[in-house]
């Protein structure tokens, strides 16, 4: 899982259909891949996010467009009910992590100028492809 480090900037984002748009803070070159099997069976292939603190993001548009899936008993994730869009990933019952949370990197504007920092949960990753773009992999987080 992310840490809290780096320099925080303002980044904006939004889902496929264009329902939900949302602005946050978010250290931008530290985008984390993760192969884990929710977030590839959530997502299609890997999912790749960056950590904002909780009280940071905030939905300029849609919040009634917004769903959560309780995902597992510490986790939910959040989505547009129009689009489908793959938006945030939030664990909200663990007291280490309820004040943050993973917005979804394909989400993000552009002019963010994200950067991918590592992958995590690399054990559980899919057996139809190879990492090999020499970032930090951890078996876990
Ligand atoms: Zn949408
Ligand atoms: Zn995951």
């Not at 496929?16 to 978010?26: H, K, L, R, S, V």
């Not at 992590?97 to 950067?115: E, S, T």
């Amino acid at each position: 899982m992310q840490t809290d480090k780096g320099p925080a900037t303002k980044a904006t984002g939004k889902c496929m259909c264009g329902a939900i748009a949302f602005e946050f803070m978010a250290d931008t070159h530290n985008v984390t891949a993760c192969h884990c099997g929710q977030c590839r069976n959530w997502s299609g292939h890997f999912w790749a996010s960056l950590n904002a603190p909780f009280d940071s993001l905030k939905i300029k548009k849609g919040e009634d467009q917004l769903g959560w899936f309780k995902s597992s008993d510490y986790a939910r994730r959040g989505f547009c009910k129009t689009c489908g869009s793959a938006l945030f990933w939030h664990a909200e019952k663990l007291d280490d992590y309820k004040h943050r949370i993973g917005v979804a990197a394909g989400a993000v504007d552009p002019d963010a100028a994200l950067k991918l920092a590592e992958h995590i949960f690399v054990a559980d990753k899919g057996d139809y492809y190879e990492i090999a773009d020499g970032l930090p992999q951890k078996d876990t987080y």
